[in-house]
């Protein structure tokens, strides 16, 4: 779990790590902890960025254009998010899961509307037809599948599709895209690359301890592991292309998703 963006001056904070178990449970799934972790990268920065004027929008036509199917795709995947981390609530195995994964509804709808206010600030004026028209169908799939593992209350499918798979695409998506993209989006993408850092850090403390008391959870995991990854795949294609990573680099990217799933501890 990371301590990323705590403030240093929180004198009340211990070092997570040195804490005793259900103490450490207790720190980092908190609003307490949840609030000086965003409040580094968020203060001062409405709608995700603090960037002024608006000659940063990208230069032609076919780039605005490429940048808002990239975008309305994001919004496909945070609206997942924001989807499966509500629905997970309801059967989350202890109090301590509740409290994260509502802290993880907060970053996840507030992903959502800067992505959307992005679109707005691009000239989109109705983006629910815009994301419906530009969706990736890949993702679109993803998105039902993981809304089925919650619907079946299956909590280690949920959180592997989730917080591991899911957010691992995003993390190493939206760094390449920040990369190479406008001061405006690329403030936005950073924003949210910190709060997936810390989902990330929920599915891996979570799943971690729940491999060890039963190692048989691995095999079911793998299973679902295989179904997703050609999606995530497939996803990555595309949104590669369309920010403008060259096509001799994608694979890499696609094995560092590979490998940061399998890092994890998730490898088939
Ligand atoms: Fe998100
Ligand atoms: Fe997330």
């Known amino acids: ?147 089925q593992l919650v619907d079946g209350k299956d909590w280690e499918a949920a959180v592997f599709a989730q917080n591991v798979i899911l957010e691992a695409m995003e993390f190493t998506v939206f760094q390449a895209h920040a990369e190479r993209t406008d001061p405006i989006t690329r403030e936005v993408l950073e924003g949210i690359i910190k709060d997936e850092r810390r989902h990330m850090g929920f599915g891996e403390n979570d799943l971690g301890r729940r491999l060890i008391a039963a190692p048989h959870i691995r095999a079911r995991l793998a299973e679902v592991r295989r179904e997703l990854d050609p999606l995530v795949l497939d996803t990555f294609e595309h949104t590669l292309e369309q920010v403008g990573v060259p096509m001799d680099q994608r694979p890499e990217l696609g094995r560092r998703y590979l490998a940061s799933v399998t890092r994890l501890g998730f490898d088939e």
């Not at 908190?30 to 603090?50: I, K």
């Not at 002024?52 to 605005?64: H, I, L, Q, T, V």
């Not at 989807?83 to 202890?94: V, Y």
């Open 1 to 147: 779990m990371t301590t990323e963006g705590r403030s240093s001056g929180a004198g009340s904070f211990e070092e997570p790590h040195a804490l005793g178990h259900d103490q450490f449970l207790d720190e980092v799934h908190s609003f307490e902890f949840w609030f000086q972790a965003v409040e580094g990268y968020l203060s001062g920065r409405p709608y995700g960025h603090s960037v002024g004027g608006d000659d940063d929008a990208p230069e032609s036509d076919s780039a605005r254009d490429a940048l808002i199917t990239t975008l309305c795709n994001y919004c496909i995947g945070e609206t997942a998010a924001l989807e499966a981390s509500s629905g997970m609530i309801g059967f989350a195995p202890n109090r301590h899961a509740k409290i994260f994964l509502a802290t993880q509804v907060v970053d996840e709808a507030r992903h959502l509307e800067v992505l959307m206010r992005r679109l707005a600030d691009l000239g989109v004026k109705d983006a629910e037809t815009e994301i419906e028209r530009r969706a990736n169908p890949a993702l679109r799939h993803f998105k039902k599948r993981l809304l």
